[in-house]
């Protein structure tokens, strides 16, 4: 029931902001522990495998061979926002070129802003996967990872290592303290995001999206944290 109501709402917002998207018709299925997708959509149909999101204690988890970062967010309280995902990456999301770490940061920081609008009671640790804990680590050392991406002139590296560590998943952020939350650079990417739009009010969320300068979106942000 939690579930129907998340989507429902969300599916909701979903059709306001895109109206020309279709909204799909959802099903669900076992699906043998298919990890590498448990949410899908071909045309009109959505299918979520609900073995994937049996919670972090299940059992059999650890038997795939998942580090515990990726099994801590295999839980109900999971699927809305996967779905939502899906949605965006199929109907949505452009596969613009990604060059710098700034383009990635950009990027990851428009589906975020996304999920805020199509899923707004949704709390932030779920959004990003991150721990209560974590998240408190990103908020209070902000602005220190911002400095150390500027300082060490990182935000147009093009190298892939570089971008990995402040992009992709994993149990820490290398370079900082063990208690940090991977994927740092998608979280000063959101903020950036969040300060561009409150910087312009009239833009829509499907405008937002057609803004493909990454380099426009950080200026005129004025983002200081």
């Not at 959505?46 to 998942?66: E, Q, S, T």
């Not at 700034?102 to 009671?121: E, Q």
């Not at 833009?203 to 942000?221: C, G, P, Y």
């Amino acid at each position: 029931n939690k579930q129907e109501k998340e989507l429902s709402d969300a599916f909701g917002r979903y059709h306001y902001f895109f109206p020309e998207n279709t909204i799909p018709e959802i099903f669900t299925y076992v699906s043998d522990l298919y990890y590498e997708r448990p949410v899908w959509l071909k045309d009109s149909v959505l299918v979520v495998a609900l073995d994937i999101y049996l919670g972090k204690d299940f059992f059999l988890y650890p038997h795939l061979g998942l580090p515990q970062y990726k099994i801590r967010c295999m839980g109900p309280d999971y699927i809305s926002t996967d779905v939502m995902k899906t949605l965006y990456f199929e109907n949505i999301w452009s596969n613009q070129k990604q060059n710098t770490l700034l383009d990635r940061m950009i990027t990851s920081g428009k589906i975020l802003y996304y999920l805020d609008a199509v899923l707004p009671v949704t709390p932030d640790t779920i959004k990003l996967c991150y721990t209560k804990k974590q998240l408190n680590w990103a908020e209070e050392n902000e602005k220190n990872v911002w400095a150390f991406i500027v300082h060490d002139e990182l935000l147009y590296s093009t190298d892939y290592k570089t971008q990995a560590n402040l992009i992709q998943d994993g149990p820490f952020t290398k370079g900082f303290s063990g208690e940090s939350p991977s994927r740092l650079g998608v979280f000063i990417g959101w903020h950036i995001v969040q300060e561009y739009m409150l910087k312009h009010p009239e833009l829509s969320l499907q405008e937002l999206m057609n803004v493909k300068d990454a380099q426009l979106i950080l200026q005129q942000s004025g983002y200081k944290p």
